[in-house]
């Protein structure tokens, strides 16, 4: 179906008329009916003055109870109002139906031109592509204001009032049928809903040539991309959600029949999708299926249910949706997290794991071997609560909820630039990982708990993760087996006085003066640094740009 226009044609706004203009002609009319009615009384002439028009459709302008297209986005330009269904617009005056009220458009066929729509009917209006309710369409809910679908944007050719939306008969109509795959807007299959039966490899950014929310509720009209909280697969087929546009990035697959939330990774982070047929192998960790080199729980025993793969350690797994780590694969237990919901591993990377009781490392722990399929043992079978991968066979036994009471130094071999660059990875490995700001907490093996009591007052015994010095501590032992103390002012004899205008990558920032430094950093060069600080909460190991510091220490490695 043909009829498609330039932007630059028929879209613009028509120029805005100032209102004083408006309301000086009242004003001239008025003393003109004055007049004329003075004159009419010294003749006995009566005058009648008309009251004002009544709502009706065809007249231009959208009334309460009608359902209305508008020549321009963003409900502008000319106005069509209807009352009731029309099956075929015309494509030629005299005869079509037109755009009539004042404005970009005016005088304009509607069909192949509108832009937005304003639905004032109590009955849902479903716009079709074609003549006669024909293919493609977009169901408009009563008091929806804003543009067409992609699908439909200057493509509208017939329009229905159906009352409820009822069962619906295809895609895109924004419910969830069967055969369907299915966004939500919000948690818990809330909100509105954008639906699909064919793969989708780019869903767009903005109105009015995105892909979007259709059904009736919160978010109707807005871009699905980056912006899907659960989903619905009422297809026969797998679908797998990706992060990226045109099915690239981390992603998730979605079984048949699955209802419920996206996991962390692609929830509000959605950019394409695509129906699979049966779950194929992945390519990467935390796709629901265990790969060779990964690390992999299983919801039920024997190796049975879902799926839940790693290729790295997680210090905490989360416990509720939709920022837990969850079992991702088809069968019993999707969705769920993973947290003490696990019953038997199998161990596909070269390394051992360690899976532990407790978050962070702590508690009892289970070794599993590389190459190991089985059950976890009585004390973590539905009780993990965190794993990593070590080097050895022999977990680690953890104090205070963090650090290891012993433990060997990071790699000492290389150039300088070797270990600056294996520092800044140590330091970079922390963020992301919920750390909270913690006053006395991390040390050269990792996060801890913190200490009482902060200059501020805090006690921070009860919450894990870093403070300035202890992730800068971490990243120079890890990535370089030297250790610069525990406090601020113990870097400062192990390295070099350097400017704030010398910094190289890999120099520690330093706040305060020479005897009273109060905050440290890493910096990663072109503006920007590592740091644990506040704001308090699970994203203080960060990266950000450079906001201030006294003078620099080039650490002697």
Not at 112 to 138: H, I, L, P
Not at 258 to 264: D, M, T
Not at 376 to 382: C, E
Request: with cysteine.
């Amino acid at each position: 179906m043909s009829g498609s226009k330039p932007e630059s044609v028929g879209k613009l706004s028509g120029r805005l008329r100032d209102p004083l203009e408006g309301e000086t002609s009242m004003r001239r009319a008025s003393a003109l009916l004055a007049v004329v009615s003075l004159v009419a009384s010294i003749l006995g002439i009566a005058v009648g003055v008309a009251g004002p028009a009544s709502a009706a459709a065809r007249d231009g302008v959208c009334d309460s109870g009608e359902f209305c297209y508008y020549y321009n986005s963003n409900n502008a330009g000319s106005v069509s109002d209807f009352t009731a269904s029309v099956s075929d617009y015309g494509t030629s005056q005299p005869s079509c139906y037109d755009f009539k009220g004042s404005g970009s458009g005016q005088g304009d066929c509607i069909k192949n031109n509108a832009a937005s729509v304003w639905n004032r009917s109590g009955e849902t209006v479903r716009v079709y592509f074609n003549t006669g309710y024909g293919g493609t369409y977009q169901n408009i809910g009563p008091g929806y204001k804003g543009q067409l679908s992609a699908e439909l944007y200057n493509n509208n050719a017939s329009h229905q009032f159906v009352g409820s939306a009822g069962t619906d008969t295809g895609a895109r109509s924004g419910t969830c049928e069967d055969g369907e795959f299915c966004y939500y807007y919000n948690s818990n299959n809330q909100g509105s809903i954008s639906d699909f039966t064919e793969s989708a490899g780019n869903y767009g950014d903005a109105q009015p040539t995105c892909y979007d929310y259709k059904g009736s509720g919160s978010g109707q009209g807005e871009c699905i991309k980056n912006n899907a909280a659960s989903v619905w697969n009422r297809s026969s087929k797998t679908v797998r959600v990706y992060y990226n546009s045109y099915y690239g990035g981390s992603y998730q697959d979605i079984a048949p029949g699955y209802k419920g939330q996206l996991n962390s990774t692609v929830y509000n982070n959605n950019a394409s999708h695509q129906f699979l047929g049966t779950t194929s192998a992945g390519s990467g960790s935390r796709s629901g299926t265990c790969e060779s080199g990964e690390f992999c729980y299983y919801y039920n025993s024997g190796n049975e249910g879902s799926i839940s793969d790693f290729t790295d350690s997680i210090g905490d797994y989360g416990a509720s949706q939709p920022d837990c780590y969850e079992f991702k694969g088809s069968g019993n237990g999707q969705g769920e997290c993973i947290k003490n919901n696990a019953a038997s591993v199998w161990n596909r990377s070269s390394k051992t794991v360690c899976v532990f009781y407790n978050s962070y490392y702590g508690g009892s722990s289970q070794a599993v071997a590389p190459g190991f399929k089985g059950q976890l043992n009585g004390t973590v079978y539905n009780n993990n609560a965190s794993h990593k991968f070590i080097t050895g066979s022999e977990c680690p036994v953890y104090n205070g909820g963090g650090g290891t009471s012993g433990g060997t130094s990071g790699d000492t071999s290389g150039s300088y630039s070797e270990k600056v660059e294996r520092v800044i990875e140590a330091a970079l490995s922390q963020t992301g990982k919920g750390y909270s700001y913690s006053w006395g907490g991390g040390n050269k093996y990792g996060p801890t708990y913190g200490i009482c009591c902060s200059p501020s007052g805090y006690d921070d015994r009860s919450r894990y993760g870093f403070d300035c010095s202890g992730l800068t501590q971490y990243a120079f032992w890890q990535g370089a087996g030297v250790d610069i103390g525990t406090y601020t002012g113990a870097h400062l004899s192990k390295g070099t006085k350097v400017s704030m205008s010398n910094l190289r990558r890999g120099d520690l920032i330093m706040w305060g003066g020479w005897s009273s430094t109060y905050h440290t950093a890493i910096y990663l060069g072109n503006g920007q640094m590592v740091e644990a600080s506040v704001p308090r909460g699970s994203n203080s190991v960060h990266v950000t740009n450079v906001y201030g510091g006294d003078f620099g220490i080039r650490v002697n490695m």
